[in-house]
C-alpha cells in the first residue's frame, strides 16, 4: 500500500514531470539560468519552479516592498521584480560585483531595473542601515540566500524589517539532505541544524517549512 502522506522524493523523471505541466518561466528567466549555469558557483542559483513559488507568494501577499539577501546573479530578484506591481521595489543585497554585473544585466533586458536597487556591502551592514533609517516593518517580503553562518542573524534583522504579516523566506534549509546526518558535523550544516531549531520554537512567527528544492522555509511575521 502507498503511503500518500508522505512528501515524495522527486527522481529526475517526476521532476522533470512537474516542470512540464507547471513551469512558466519567462524566457528572459530561463535565459539567465543558462547563462548562470556556465559559471563555477551555478548550484547557487534558485531553481526555476522554486523562483515560481517564490513570484505567487509575492503575489498573494500583495507584496510592494521586498528585499533579496544573496543576489548573486540576479535570479530570485528578477523573479520577484517581475512579480511585483510597477512600483514595487526589491533592495537587493550582496557583496560580489562579477556576478550581480550579470544580475543588473537581465535587470536591464527585462525592463525591471528601476524596480531593484543593488547594495553592494555586506548584507548585515545594509539591513542595519535600513533599521536606523527607521524603515523597520516596511518590508511585505524577504528572501533570504546567502553565507549560512550569517543565516541567524540575517533572519534577526529581516524580523525587523518586515511588517506583522510578512513573509520571509529561507533557502537551503534541508542543505542537501546533511542537516538530518548526525554524523556532519560541518560548520554550516551545524548552523542550519541550529537554525532550524530555533525557528521550530520561535512564537513570534507563523513557520512552515516546504520541502522543494534544497528545502524552503516559510516565516510570517505575527
Ligand atoms: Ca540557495
Known sequence: MSNHNKTLGLDKSLYDYL???SLREPEILTQLRQETAQQPMAIMQIAPDQGQFLALLVKLIGAKKTLDIGVFTGYSSLVVALALPPD???IACDVDEEYTAIARRYWQKAGVADKISL????????LEKLIAD???ETFDFAFIDADKSNYDNYYEL???????????AIDNVLWSGRVANPQDQDNRTNKIRAF????HQDQRITLSMVAIADGLTLAMKN
Open 158 to 168: 529581516a524580523l525587523q524589517l518586515v511588517r506583522p504579516g510578512g513573509l520571509i
Open 88 to 90: 514595487g521595489k526589491v
Open 119 to 126: 547594495h553592494i556591502a555586506p548584507a548585515l551592514t545594509t
Open 196 to 199: 532550524n531549531q530555533k525557528l
Open 134 to 136: 527607521k524603515q523597520a
Open 19 to 21: 516542470l512540464s505541466v
